[in-house]
């Protein structure tokens, strides 16, 4: 059976999906017809309900929870691994006499202001509106409306070229934005963090609901053998995280590892149910995403 798979290009999905998709496991008869894409195309895709097994935002998997079910296995929770909105010192326009301490770059001088009001009249650019760093963002900072999507990997760029005053970025971005001379305004996983106690849910794998449940659970266990082989055999797929990780240093490549793919990616479990259960009814809340009428989990 031949089953179409997306995942990104990132360090921690080519980790993950490496023994799957080239047989370094038994996959149970299951073959994959593989998509490469950034986060926000992956969200977009299973909107349209293209794929039979996608990794998306947790942010967009609450929109369609009709078209996919969550799997146990694959998922990127963690603490310590959320996004990040940064800036360029030298070139943000808008800083007044009481928001210069802000925009010095110093580490710890956000905590000491209100940023609301900074944020709320800002020009920010995210890597998709569906995003769960965009989530994250509208929970800390609801009046922030002036949002542009650019692709995450584009994000640092537009910083410091001045097209936008801040930068919402993710995945491995968070390893280089200070060597680019850029600074941390806030740490949106620290924000969660704080308030919630839980792990922060980014995103997770899905199978298409169209699919027989014993497909979907064969799925599942196929996915957790790829996962178990990529911890117990690190290197097994450096060459296949190389080519996609866009002249990435392979210390680079293992720290994004490291941090994105945990206990939590072999299984959610009783804590990250509870972290994914939490940011849903939170966003429900607040009137981020619409009502979940499903069950959500594979093995519910």
């Known amino acids: 059976m031949k089953l179409t798979l997306g995942f990104s290009p990132c360090p921690n999905d080519t ?21 490469y894409d950034d986060v926000e195309t992956l969200n977009q895709k299973a909107f349209r309900g293209e794929l039979d097994i996608t990794k998306l935002s947790y942010h967009a998997f609450a929109y369609v929870t009709d078209k996919y079910v969550l799997l146990d296995s694959g998922s990127a929770l963690g603490f310590g691994v959320g996004p990040m909105l940064i800036f360029n010192p030298p070139v943000t326009r808008f800083v007044n006499d009481e928001d210069k301490e802000i925009f010095k770059g110093e580490s710890g001088t956000s905590e000491k202001v209100d940023l609301a009001p900074i944020v709320s009249k800002s020009k920010i650019g995210i890597p998709g509106k569906y995003t769960t760093a965009n989530f994250l963002l509208s929970l800390a900072f609801p009046e922030a409306s002036n949002k542009t999507e650019i692709v995450f990997s584009e994000i640092e760029n537009s910083v410091l070229n001045g097209t936008i005053d801040f930068g919402l970025i993710i995945h491995e971005n968070r390893f280089t934005y200070q060597d680019r001379g850029l600074a941390k305004l806030i740490d949106l996983g620290d924000y969660w963090e704080k308030r919630t106690g839980c792990a922060i849910p980014l995103g997770g794998i899905v199978a298409n609901r169209n699919l027989p449940l014993d497909v979907q659970h064969k799925i599942n266990r196929v996915l957790r053998k790829s996962v178990e082989f990529a911890f117990a055999n690190p290197k097994s797929g450096l060459e296949f995280i190389k080519q996609h990780a866009q002249e990435m240093s392979e210390e680079v490549m293992y720290k994004h590892i490291e941090l994105y793919v945990n206990q939590y990616s072999v299984e959610l479990g009783e804590e990250g149910r509870k972290a994914i259960n939490l940011m849903f009814d939170t966003a429900l809340e607040k009137g981020i995403i619409p009502e979940v009428k499903q069950g959500i989990f594979l093995t519910d």
């Open 15 to 35: 980790f993950i999906f490496d023994a799957l998709i080239h047989h370094k496991i038994d996959t149970e008869g299951l073959e994959f017809e593989v998509f």
